[in-house]
């Protein structure tokens, strides 16, 4: 059974920063993408951040390119996004997820996603 435990979310001022956990566990193969997702109040699912665990491309969404960081530890099966220089509007619910069809250039989409952990809320205050 996949399994997706996300942590490290909390309250922090405007230009802090957080580092967001998702450990992982039961894929049976290295044939998956894992990533972020956030979810504002009254907006949709928008894919933030991922990267494909059998060739390491990745995807970052422009907004946050030059202040968001994902990275692994494959060793531990753990995933971060390392969130630097956090402004107001990065406030949301933010899940760790995997899509077994990802590949770069495709979108990151919640539509392709199979599997999804809890999300961890962020609030970044003005």
């Known amino acids: 059974e996949v399994q997706l435990q996300a942590s490290g979310g909390g309250l922090v001022q405007t230009g802090g920063s957080l580092r967001l956990s998702c450990g992982v566990s039961?894929?049976?193969?290295?044939?998956?993408?894992i990533g972020w997702f956030r979810q504002a109040p009254g907006k949709e699912r928008e894919g933030v951040s991922c990267f494909s665990r059998s060739d390491g491309s990745s995807y970052t969404m422009d907004s946050v390119k030059d202040r968001f960081t994902i990275s692994r530890d494959n060793a531990e099966n753990m995933v971060y996004l390392q969130m630097n220089s956090l402004k107001p509007e990065d406030t949301a619910v933010y899940y760790c997820?995997?899509?077994?069809?990802?590949?770069?250039?495709?979108?990151?989409?919640?539509?392709?996603?199979?599997?999804w952990g809890k999300g961890t809320q962020v609030t970044v205050s003005s």
């Open positions: 997820a995997a899509d077994e069809q990802w590949t770069y250039g495709s979108s990151w989409s919640p539509d392709g996603v199979e599997y």
């Open positions: 039961g894929f049976s193969s290295d044939h998956y993408a």
